[in-house]
């Protein structure tokens, strides 16, 4: 007769390995829907720039009217993304995701179903709580993935943010050639619904909320801040830097800013953890995460309309807006096929060098820019070069925040970097604008941006990518979370992670 005990052996092993087939597929399917939310999200922020040019004579209505489309998104994104962060903490990062989504999609299908300016902007300004999407999606992976696979997770997550800027761009080039610019926001309010539907059913809540009251006060003051901060800023080139409403504006914000971070320190559950804000690594990543946002938005105001200028200009080819939205396309793909590639580097090499190593890719990409620009093939690989720098970047910069963060603060620690980021990006939108504008050559009756000014453009963005190697090279390899004497890997999650069943025979 047979012992019961052995027969039993080979069942429990494999309903084990069944138990994990199951844990690998629906990880898979949570880094799917997750990951599309966060490509409809950076889709969205992008596929407007194209066709602004075109808008004023569609809507009738004048050209400042339709720069509110960017700037409303902006304003709200600078607003929304911190807060939500931190409310991810509080009260849970999948419920906060599955509300900038839906706020993608609402403000998506309002935009598609109307041609009035003013709710066109209403519409745009929704969307802009989506760019939340992102930083909680990093959050709530770290804490669902299984745990060898969070840093892969992370670097596909951090990677959409260029993948749906340079999928936008060619995007919105076909649809301004072929059909009406509505069509644009009609894909993106599908998208988003999937997504959210797919959040919604497939998606577990993470744990570790941290409940509390929200700081109603703080909010109030880091909002009017950031607005008067992001506004002159996004606003610089029809204003004129010296407009007194640039200056009165910024004034405000250093002096609401300033009594925020007064008032973080007077009250015990604090919008911002401004102790945490002030460690090294944080501060370090954070100001790479600026010098990373404006060398991506540079890429993208100084490539498209690089190759669409005319012949004339000495640097163009005439290239019309699909095809100038084309040629930021391998950037986009080339992020998305070397996020595995960086979350290794992560795995072997820590954090701080594969953030500085794609910091020194970004600035070898814009000196090709500048040496190596007389065919459409070199501008691309040019700029190919500069999205593979930024996508090793980009993956490192969330497991740099997340490993120097105490657990119940990881979404707004990464809502206050994507912040940083995207005042990169704002930044390079003021810069980059007033460069160009400033530095003319003209034809017929038109007058474009010269080489000069692009190459001084492309210049800074290659010293601003050294300037972040140089300053990550200072964060040390290893984390303690705030917990002195524990070192863990860069590459580790920092919350419990669901991992591979074990079964005991005992």
């Known amino acids: 007769m047979s012992d019961p005990y052995e027969a039993e052996v080979p069942r429990v092993w494999l309903d084990a390995e069944i138990a994990a087939h199951t844990s690998r597929s629906r990880a898979n399917l949570e880094l799917v829907v997750v990951g599309l939310g966060a490509l409809v999200v950076s889709l969205a922020q992008s596929v407007l720039v194209p066709v602004l040019g075109i808008l004023p004579a569609k809507l009738h209505t004048s050209a400042g009217n339709v720069s509110w489309l960017l700037t409303s998104t902006l304003l709200v994104a600078a607003v929304s993304v911190p807060i939500m962060g931190r409310l991810g903490d509080m009260f849970g ?38 760019a939340a999407a992102i930083p909680l999606g990093i959050s709530l992976l770290a804490a669902l993935m299984p745990r060898e696979r969070v840093a892969s997770s992370i670097a596909l997550i951090s990677a959409m943010l260029g993948v749906g800027g340079s999928l936008g ?28 539907l797919g959040i919604l059913t497939i998606v577990p809540e993470s744990a570790g909320r941290v409940g509390g009251r929200v700081d109603l006060v703080g909010a109030v003051l880091l909002a009017a801040g950031l607005v008067c901060l992001m506004l002159p800023l996004a606003q610089s080139s029809a204003w004129g830097w010296s407009d007194p409403k640039v200056s009165i504006l910024l004034a405000s914000s250093a002096v609401l800013l300033a009594v925020f971070g007064w008032s973080q320190t007077r009250i015990r559950e604090p919008l911002v953890d401004l102790q945490a804000l002030r460690r090294k690594p944080i501060v370090a990543t954070n100001i790479a995460s600026i010098l990373f946002g404006f060398a991506l938005f540079a890429s993208f105001i100084g490539t498209a309309a690089y190759v669409e200028a005319p012949t004339e200009s000495g640097y163009g080819f005439g290239s ?20 595995p590639v960086a979350a290794r580097l992560i795995r072997l090499r820590g954090a701080p060098q594969t953030l500085a190593l794609g910091a020194a890719l970004v600035a070898v990409g814009w000196l090709l820019r500048i040496v190596w620009s007389g065919s459409l093939f070199e501008v691309i690989v040019g700029t190919t070069v500069v999205g593979m720098g930024t996508g090793v970047g980009y993956a490192a910069i969330p497991s740099m925040i997340n490993a120097h963060t105490p657990p119940t603060e990881i979404g707004a620690a990464n809502g206050l970097n994507s912040l940083f980021r995207s005042l990169g990006s704002t930044l390079a939108s003021a810069v980059g604008g ?20 692009y190459r001084e453009l ?30 863990v890997d860069l590459a580790e999650p920092t919350t419990p992670s669901r991992a591979t069943p074990v079964t005991s025979l005992d």
């Open 169 to 196: 761009l060619p995007l919105a080039g076909f649809v301004a050639e072929n059909a009406d610019f509505h069509v644009l926001f009609w894909i993106t309010s599908a998208a988003g619904l999937v997504a959210f």
């Open 320 to 339: 019309s807006l699909l095809v100038g939205g084309l040629a930021m396309l391998p950037s986009g793909l080339a992020m998305l096929l070397l996020s």
């Open 434 to 453: 007033s460069l160009l504008a400033a530095n003319t050559v003209i034809i017929g009756a038109f007058a474009v941006p010269s080489l000069a000014a």
């Open 93 to 130: 990062k999948r419920r906060m995701l599955l509300v900038a989504v839906g706020a993608l999609t609402v403000g998506s299908l309002i935009t598609a179903m109307t041609s009035n300016i003013a709710l066109l902007i209403v519409g745009r300004a929704i969307q802009g709580a989506s």
């Open 458 to 487: 492309f210049a800074i963005c290659a010293v601003a990518s050294l300037l972040a190697a140089v300053v990550v090279l200072l964060v040390p390899r290893h984390a303690t979370h705030g917990e002195p004497g524990s070192p």
